[in-house]
């Protein structure tokens, strides 16, 4: 099995209004589509761009506001989705539950469903800053293209949620992100290729770039998308298939085989998935899945 994935270094700017928002976006979706891919990437938090739009009364947005696009956000996406076939990852939006604040990454499907998963792990700006709460539960995603995952920048820095991913059946880890440096961006950027490893995984990876003027706490970004891959033979090796320039508007595009996985899973110079040593350190393939 082999899928086409683009992940978008989103350029986010200042804006007046969300079709400057809707228009920004269906160029990247274009631009995927005209290069084939199934899979569209875009990063964390990139709708606290309409946050730049402000009120009629001409005062700032704050990330309160936020939650009051996502039915537009929805609905946009989802048209993107079933208009072009592709299975998008809509980066994350903020929603509103039971008057708590989530991160949420929305898996856009071409048939018009929509798949959730709330932000694992919340850093300590998004806590002290945002309010934000952090998502109880784990999903797996079925495509028919394989399994996936999605995991929001802080939650690829723990290996046990992505082992919990793996032992779940995701071949992909999709991975949307936004930092602010270099320490926050190599954070992320080293973990994606560890948990590939580790899991003898795909991890597609991107961030956000540009600057909001006006927005708290989306200033400055520092952003890179990259496909990473298990370092063994059949792979680069660096593990890393494709990646963007740093800090630039662009998207980057891959070919991922699946059947090359369960190669070096099986026959890899390493074996990192099957060494585990579960005698030792807790498991997670009490599931019942393997890949």
Not at 263 to 278: A, I, N
């Amino acid at each position: 099995m082999k899928l086409r994935v683009s992940a978008v270094q989103y350029h986010l700017h200042t804006i007046r209004s969300f079709q400057d928002f809707a228009d920004q976006c269906e160029h990247y979706i274009k631009t995927a589509q005209e290069y084939g891919s199934e899979f569209v990437l875009f990063p964390e938090f990139f709708t606290t761009q309409l946050l730049s739009i402000g009120s009629e009364q001409g005062t700032r947005l704050t990330i309160n506001e936020l939650p009051g696009f996502t039915d537009q956000y929805r609905e946009l996406f989802s048209r993107f989705a079933i208009e072009t076939g592709m299975h998008i990852i809509g980066g994350t939006h903020v929603v509103s539950r039971n008057g708590k604040l989530y991160n949420v990454a929305h898996l856009f499907y071409p048939d018009g469903r929509i798949g959730e998963q709330a932000k694992l792990h919340i850093t300590p700006t998004e806590v002290h800053e945002w309010n934000m709460s952090q998502g109880d539960g784990l999903s797996v995603f079925d495509t028919d293209k394989g399994r996936i995952a999605v995991l929001t920048c802080y939650d690829i820095e723990f290996p046990e949620i992505v082992r919990m991913a793996k032992a779940k059946g995701a071949d992909v880890i999709f991975c949307p992100s936004c930092t602010d440096d270099r320490h926050g961006f190599h954070r992320v950027r080293y973990t994606s290729h560890a948990r590939a490893i580790e899991n003898q995984v795909y991890v597609v990876v991107t961030g956000t770039v540009g600057s909001l003027p006006t927005v708290d706490f989306m200033r400055a970004n520092f952003g890179q998308a990259a496909v990473l891959t298990p370092n063994d033979v059949p792979f680069p090796p660096k593990g890393i298939m494709a990646e963007g320039e740093l800090n630039n508007d662009m998207i980057v595009t891959a070919d991922l085989d699946l059947s090359l996985l369960y190669e070096v899973r099986e026959r890899g110079s390493v074996t990192t998935w099957r060494d585990r040593r579960s005698d030792l350190y807790t498991d997670w393939e009490n599931t019942g899945i393997e890949g």
